[in-house]
């Protein structure tokens, strides 16, 4: 069965420690994994796409990484406004345009 | 800019109303999906359409029903709202066949009383 495990479910950062966020996945036959950013109460925001193993990808503080197991979203720098949920999806092989998400990680960045 | 909008932000209704949940997007994208969003579950499917009047199962379709009668828009209908259906609903849209970003509404929680 497809699956996306994301970790840890909640990380606390002060504001200028790095850190890492955990995508890991088993599907049959990736062919793209995305990665949102969720503010509360409301819809999730695009952030990356990644299509293949060692593919890396770059917005202001945050950098995503793919392995073939799975997928890192760094963070460098943060400040208290990249406080939000990030949320990990996947497509899977086959025709369907449908995608599995996890379950989210929620991120707090004190000043 | 890709724009999603759901018809309501906030709604409240009756076990055992009919509701119904507006989606348009004016990207001209030929896919669309419903899903629900609840604490620990994460966002499951309930069904999504790839082209007018078609119309496929997610994860969780039943007690819902859906209709896409032009390209644009895509509702989601409670046939009998229950207080297990309240929830944050979320609509989203992408391009065509292959590997596309999904481009999300701002949601609707609904509250069944």
């Known amino acids: 069965e497809d699956q996306v495990t994301q970790s840890p479910e909640a990380l606390r950062l002060q504001e200028g420690e790095s850190s890492s966020l955990n995508c890991s996945y088993t599907v049959s036959g990736l062919r793209g994994l995305f990665w949102y950013r969720q503010d509360p109460g409301k819809g999730p925001e695009f952030l990356f796409t990644?299509?293949?193993a060692g593919e890396e990808k770059e917005k202001e503080r945050l950098k995503a990484t793919l392995t073939k197991k799975e997928s890192f979203l760094h963070i460098t720098a943060p400040k208290p406004e990249d406080s939000a949920t990030y949320l990990c999806a996947v497509q899977a092989g086959g025709a369907t345009n449908k995608l599995i998400f996890g379950t989210g990680t929620l991120l707090a960045v004190q000043p | 800019d890709v724009k999603v909008t759901q018809s309501s932000r906030y709604l409240v209704k009756r076990t055992g109303e009919k509701v119904f949940l507006e989606c348009v997007q004016d990207?001209?994208?030929?896919?669309m999906f419903w899903y629900r969003q609840d604490p620990g579950l994460g966002l499951r499917l309930i069904y999504f359409s790839y082209d007018v009047k078609m119309k496929e199962k997610g994860d969780i379709p039943e007690g819902y029903s859906v209709s896409r009668e032009k390209k644009e828009r895509f509702s989601l209908i409670l046939e009998s709202a229950s207080t297990n259906q309240t929830s944050m609903y979320l609509c989203a849209s992408s391009p065509g066949t292959g590997v596309f970003e999904q481009y999300f509404g701002p949601g609707t929680r609904l509250t069944v009383t």
């Open positions: 990207m001209d994208h030929e896919n």
């Open positions: 990644l299509y293949s």
